[in-house]
T-cell receptor
């Protein structure tokens, strides 16, 4: 079993829809949770960053962390065609070697 | 792109040849990472560095070596390239204290024939 699991998709939604992207993990030591967006043939770019449990909102994006369930989510409201990309979750433990563990990514397509 | 430059951006090489990929940063960040990205596997850590001359292995380090003689440069060497090392390689940097976000380069697409 992988340390981080993410549905690869692809996920196709109409423009304006609310999108929910999710990751589950098995390592209870993870404390830092990130969502990256990666456009085709580009490097990943950080979208959201949260520490421990709770919610964080930034514009149309909301990140949720439920440590009791070992489950994190990214919600995109009023999705746009420009949101079409692969979304990667990533996690890191609070101390140690500062290595990030990434999910495989979910490919999202927002249809105009 | 947070001051990260990867070179080359594309390379085709033959099986058995050594290959070196370069990551150069202008941010003076302490931590540097090399990842490979393959379909179905996502990003996997090859090696990372936590300072000049301080490096450690990641989860897929076999067949790779790294060096960091200056803060700004982190080199990844494929000692004898194999077809299984055909991939997209990403360098990432992270500032240092605490677990803050990592910033990625644009990637190097390597094909081993």
């Amino acid at each position: 079993q992988k340390e981080v699991e993410q549905d690869p998709g692809p996920l196709s939604v109409p423009e304006g829809a609310i999108v929910s992207l999710n990751c589950t993990y098995s390592n209870s030591a993870f404390q830092y949770f990130m969502w990256y967006r990666q456009y085709s043939r580009k490097g990943p770019e950080l979208l959201m960053y949260t520490y421990s449990s709770g919610n964080k909102e930034d514009g149309r994006f909301t990140a949720q962390v439920d440590k009791s369930s070992k489950y994190i989510s990214l919600f995109i409201r009023d999705s746009q065609p420009s949101d079409s990309a692969t979304y990667l979750c990533a996690m890191s433990a609070i101390s140690g070697t500062y290595k990030y563990i990434f999910g495989t990514g979910t490919r999202l397509k927002v249809l105009a | 792109d947070a001051g990260i430059t990867q070179s080359p951006r594309h390379k085709v090489t033959e099986t058995g040849t050594p290959v070196t990929l370069r990551c150069h940063q202008t941010e003076n960040h302490r931590y540097m990472y090399w990842y490979r990205q393959d379909p179905g596997h996502g990003l996997r850590l090859i090696h990372y560095s936590y300072g000049v001359k301080d490096t450690d292995k990641g989860e897929v380090s076999d067949g790779y070596s790294v060096s960091r003689s200056k803060t700004e440069d982190f080199l990844l060497t494929l000692e004898s390239a194999t077809s299984s090392q055909t991939s997209v390689y990403f360098c990432a940097i992270r500032p240092g204290q605490g677990d803050t976000e990592a910033f990625f380069g644009q990637g190097t697409r390597l094909t081993v024939v």
